[in-house]
């Protein structure tokens, strides 16, 4: 691949990433209502994507099964969590139900979007805007620096068969990217150093929600998940490493008292 052709497309990316930084900025700074809608949104859309994927003729259930999840995610946010999570994973069963194939494939990454949006909202809204910008910035990092060093440093493929353009030592930048959030983080808030091996491991289920979605459009036959966002392909293209992020701090969150050193 020649120089021009490998950084030919960084433009394009560039452009939709600052707009893209700019729409959540104004919603991570308003937090609420303005963060739930946004969440919302991002989750319907990611639902709709997955739908569309799965079932590519059947445009009416993305749609119906979307504008649900929307919905849902909205709303789990504001009711006691006993009664907000069931509601949360009601689109996951009802396109279970519909669906004819794909299911098993449908079913466990619509409860990973599901489940991301209800821990991005959490985190804004229990946890405060740092340490939502901390889970953003570590994502970030990891895919920036990843992107940067796979092209630059090249070198063996991570997982040629499933996303032939990762490699090693882009995965490994991600974590030191990740890392070095972490460090900055530990510094301005006074987490213990904690956080810092505490961001490798988000980066590190950031980067497997980046495969699992990798996954699905290779077995899929897509390269997109859609064309919304110019320059990333669709929005679990652009958000699906925040998909493993989120569930895994929402999960794991539980068990190690986050922020560390400070709970």
């Not at 999840?69 to 999570?85: D, E, H, K, M």
């Not at 889970?135 to 990843?146: K, P, R, S, W, Y």
Request: hydrophobic letters at 55%; aromatic letters at 12%; a positive charge.
């Amino acid at each position: 691949m020649s120089e021009a052709s490998k950084w030919s497309d960084l433009t394009i990316r560039l452009g939709s990433a600052i707009l893209m930084v700019i729409v959540g900025l104004f919603g991570l700074l308003f937090g609420g209502h303005v963060f739930h809608v946004l969440v919302a949104l991002i989750c319907g859309l990611m639902m709709w994507e997955l739908v569309r994927m799965v079932t590519p003729l059947n445009a009416p259930l993305a749609l119906q099964l979307g504008m649900l999840s929307a919905f849902a995610s909205f709303v789990a946010i504001y009711i006691p969590t006993g009664f907000g999570l069931p509601l949360l994973l009601v689109p996951a069963f009802i396109g279970f139900a519909q669906l004819t194939k794909n299911r098993v494939i449908y079913l466990i990454f619509s409860v990973m979007v599901l489940l991301a949006g209800f821990g991005m909202m959490s985190v804004r809204n229990d946890l405060g805007f740092t340490w939502m910008t901390w889970l953003i910035v570590v994502v970030i990092a990891t895919d920036v620096l990843g992107y940067f060093a796979g092209r630059l440093i090249g070198g063996p493929k991570f997982w040629p068969a499933v996303s032939p353009k990762k490699t090693w030592s882009g995965t490994v930048f991600g974590w030191v990217g990740a890392a070095i959030v972490g460090f900055i983080f530990t510094i301005y808030t006074g987490a213990s150093f904690e956080l810092i091996g505490i961001s490798i491991a988000v980066a590190m289920a950031s980067q497997m929600g980046d495969i699992a979605e990798s996954a699905i459009k290779r077995m899929m036959g897509v390269k997109d998940s859609s064309t919304l966002i110019p320059g990333h392909g669709g929005v679990l293209d652009r958000f699906d490493g925040m998909l493993g992020a989120a569930v895994f701090l929402l999960l794991v969150g539980q068990f190690i008292g986050f922020p560390p050193g400070i709970v």
